[in-house]
């Protein structure tokens, strides 16, 4: 029998012939895998705390992350500040203080106030003080007029005092060389974030032209144990 001769093979870029252009061939590739994996272009999506997002639930978890910051600020502020460990270090010793434990008095001002000038509107209705937002204490109640210590009390957030918190003031004046005390009573056991106006009134500052020369002022949580505490610069000498 006659041998045939064998066919020739096709070459490599034979094997798969294409109708399509050459142009046109990475065009149509790249359709088909979008299409086949039904992908969509888009941006790529956002990340929220490791976790991938879809489109459709940015808007959601970006209110969700919004409401969650303006109620537990401290958590993501602790969160950036965890990225560094000199800085956290720093942050923890002022967020134990202010959350956790100190109590810090502020005093804002040191003056003499006459009875007038703590006279309200409401006051000519109601014929009693009207403080407001103030909180007032002071050794003569029956007595308005004299020098006051107006102190903002901060620390522990919306905690209260003992029953036998008081305040305790020791002062020397111009009027006598020998240190007065007195103990004044907390009218509001929670008093911190106001201001208190602890006043030295009737017989113990009398008059105007009378000189603070050194003072210390003490929260007392009872007679032995002092919350916080402030004082001149003489006082301490």
Known sequence: LPQRKPLPRPSQHE????PFPKKQRPRLIQALLLRKLNLQIRQPPK???GLTLVPQQQKLQRKQHQLLRSKIPHLFVLREVWKFPVLTCVFLCLYSQSVFGGIELEIRNRTFITSPEFSRIPELFTGREYSGTRLYTRSDPSNRSGFYFVVKVKGRGNSN????AHWSLDWVSSSSPEVQSVKLPVMEKNIFGKEVFIGL????WPDRSIKLLAWRLR????DLKPLSEKQSFLWSK
Do not use: I, R, W, Y
């Not at 929260?219 to 009872?222: H, I, P, V, Y």
């Open 219 to 222: 929260l007392m949580e009872n």
């Open 201 to 204: 009134t009737g017989e113990d």
């Open 15 to 18: 094997k798969f012939p294409s």
């Open 161 to 164: 005092l003992s029953d036998h």
């Open 47 to 49: 990340m929220f705390l």
